[in-house]
Nanobody, 120 residues
Framework: QVQLAESGGGLVQPGGSLRLSCAAS????????MGWYRQAPGKQRELVSS???????RYSDSVKGRFSISRDNTKNTVSLQMNSLKPEDTAVYYC??????????????WGQGTQVTVSS
């Protein structure tokens, strides 16, 4: 069974940066699109960014220009570099694996989540 483990969350001041990382328990990155979701209290879960097996990236409008997703298929990791963080970025961030080429995108494996808090 695939397991995903996020790391890198924490408390940061507005305008600061954090880098989230996600490690997979087996080699799924060579064939799967990977994504980062977030969920803030009282809000729906939001797909923040994704990266395909070929490196094609997508971002939600709320993070475009500030966040950058990347993957390393040799290390089975996917990362999310978050810059110019805002208080509204505060949420639990989840790494997830997409099911094939589903449209709308569907994800079947999830990490446990890592808390990101942006506050002064």
């Amino acid at each position: 069974q695939v397991q995903l483990a996020e790391s890198g969350g924490g408390l940061v001041q507005p305008g600061g940066s954090l880098r989230l990382s996600c490690a997979a328990s087996e080699d799924i990155f060579s064939s799967a699109t990977m994504g980062w979701y977030r969920q803030a209290p009282g809000k729906q879960r939001e797909l923040v960014s994704s990266v395909s097996r070929w490196g094609l990236t997508r971002y939600s409008d709320s993070v475009k220009g500030r966040f950058s997703i990347s993957r390393d298929n040799t290390k089975n990791t996917v990362s999310l570099q978050m810059n110019s963080l805002k208080p509204e970025d505060t949420a639990v961030y989840y790494c997830a694996k997409k099911i094939g080429n589903t449209k709308p995108p569907m994800y079947d494996y999830w990490g446990q989540g890592t808390q990101v808090t942006v506050s002064s």
